[in-house]
């Protein structure tokens, strides 16, 4: 569907606390001029305190639609007067719609973003593996649900702040699909490489040391680190001295959950190959 000289400008935006590094308006701008649409993509920048204030304000302003991220997506949720299947399953959202009668809709596009990402564009199957999840905030809430559904063989999730692990482990445990089991870092140690490693932590961002024992990742393993950035990242300077396999950043999965929101904002899901290859090196 190729719109023509008549498109309304449309407002959308991303909303976090920090948000200036964020690169959702690169990809949207790639994805609206794929389809044709006029369609502005702004960067807000509200505390917790002043969430819902600021979500309120977009509304009211004209906005139809907002991304979600760190530290708001369960606040999002909350205020969601109906959600999407994925975003209830993780009782978190990234993706608001300003419905026409006037109620936001929440839905979460993480858990298929990181899905498409490791077996679409990686090639990697995730039945049957052993997969470790280091981190348990919001990022891990969406990714956890469509994880089980690829009917891993074992599936565990390591955190700082245990308690976070095992209440997520707790939320998830009415799903069909076997438990996953939570533990502390340290005791990852003594555990056999696991197959596939994804850091959804903010570990060593601030240039501390990685809390991760250097056994948990080995040759055969593929490391897979949500966060993205022009140079290598903490964590996959760890998986390649842990001599991994094979390493991605998150791009993959940020370009991947960024077309969901565009189709579940505007019915067109856009090819996400030039936002793949416009990676932060050359955004
Ligand atoms: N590529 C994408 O599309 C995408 C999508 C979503 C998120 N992300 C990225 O994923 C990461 C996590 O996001 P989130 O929304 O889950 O954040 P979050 O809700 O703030 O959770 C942060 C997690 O990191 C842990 N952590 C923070 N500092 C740590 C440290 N120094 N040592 C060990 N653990 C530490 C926290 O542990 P405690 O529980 O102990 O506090 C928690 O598990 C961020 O880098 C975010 O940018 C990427």
Redesign the pocket.
Known sequence: MKNSEHTVLSRYAVIGHPVEHSLSPVIHKLFADQSGEKMSYELIDAAPAHFEEAVEHFKATGGQGLNI???H?ESAFRLSDETGPEGARAGAV?TLSFLPDGRVRGDNT?GI?IIRDLTINHNHSLAGIRILIL??????R?ILGPLLDALPNELVIA???ID?AHKLVKHISDDKNALPHACSFEELKGMDPFDLLIN???????G?IL?FPTGCAGPKSFCYD???SSKETPFLAWARQCSAEKTSS??G??VE?AAESFLIWKGFRPETGPALENTPASA
């Open positions: 991220t760190v530290p997506k990234n993480d973003g981190g348990a905030g919001g990022a891990t969406g955190n700082r702040t976070h959804a932590t903010s570990a060593g961002l601030k501390e809390p949500l966060a993205y998150g791009w999965m940020l959950q």
